[in-house]
């Protein structure tokens, strides 16, 4: 972490305030996944480029959320089985700014993720009645029918192109846990590049491309499920499972 640090220093801040314009709640985006070795020589790449996010002379912020799911593990399988139009439905604290979020995302036919959220108390069991209200007007689900699945907390440091261009987070030492156990990734960088157009102007591609780091899916929500309940369908996520236990747990 000090030495994340030292190099975020280099980075000029930028506010909460001003980022509102790259929000991006309706947008395309591209995941990245790689060891915590190479997130240096990134840094040291964009730091003439890009912004920081930057919160009480904080950089890196630290995040906890609650995902729900149905009984049959619909959100899960649905993203398992490669289908398009699936929700993730969470509840996401924001602990540098101490705002708490129930968050809804719906990834389209057209690959787009478009998030909503309203305002809410961080409480990783029970929905409580403005979030069954919200839930019914954003998804196909009631509350009645959703539990919590999965619980993480990671420490992101969020990246904002000079002319806002577009935005990057960047999430580290990832860790989950539910009624199966808990596991921690404390060498994986899970990187998402988000614009509201075409990545394909994003200088952000070329400097990963530079450093051999090459696209890859990764959703947070199914790698902890996966990882953490072996009885899952996971078939479809093997290969990534496989790799993260031999080159990034190792």
């Given at each position: ?20 314009e790259v929000k991006l709640m309706n947008r395309i985006d591209r995941k990245y996944w790689f060891h915590v070795s190479v997130l240096e020589k990134l840094l040291e ?62 990834k389209t036919n057209k690959r787009r993720t478009i998030k909503q959220r309203i305002q809410t108390t961080y409480n990783s069991n029970e929905l409580v009645s403005t ?111 496989r790799y993260i236990e031999r080159q990034i747990l190792n």
């Amino acid at each position: 972490m000090k030495e994340l640090e030292t190099i975020l220093a280099k980075f000029n801040p930028v506010s909460l305030q001003e980022i509102d314009e790259v929000k991006l709640m309706n947008r395309i985006d591209r995941k990245y996944w790689f060891h915590v070795s190479v997130l240096e020589k990134l840094l040291e790449e964009v730091v003439h480029d890009y912004d920081v996010l930057e919160i009480d002379e904080n950089r890196l912020m630290k995040y906890q959320s609650a995902y729900f799911d149905t009984d049959d593990n619909y959100m899960y399988l649905k993203h398992h089985n490669k289908k398009l139009n699936r929700y993730k439905v969470r509840r996401r604290t924001y602990l540098s700014t101490n705002d708490d979020f129930f968050e809804v995302k719906f990834k389209t036919n057209k690959r787009r993720t478009i998030k909503q959220r309203i305002q809410t108390t961080y409480n990783s069991n029970e929905l409580v009645s403005t979030e069954n209200s919200f839930l019914d007007k954003a998804t196909p689900f009631n509350g009645q029918e959703l539990s919590n699945s999965l619980n993480n907390r990671f420490y992101r440091i969020t990246l904002i192109h000079k002319q806002k261009l577009d935005r990057c987070t960047i999430d580290i030492q990832p860790k989950f846990w539910n009624d199966k156990g808990e596991i921690q990734f404390k060498n994986l960088v899970i990187f998402e590049l988000k614009k509201g157009r075409s990545l394909k102007n994003s200088p952000m591609t070329d400097i990963l491309k530079k450093l051999k780091v090459r696209q890859r899916g990764l959703s947070k929500y199914c790698t902890g499920r996966a990882f953490l309940d072996p009885e899952l369908k996971r078939n479809a996520f093997k290969p990534r499972l496989r790799y993260i236990e031999r080159q990034i747990l190792n």
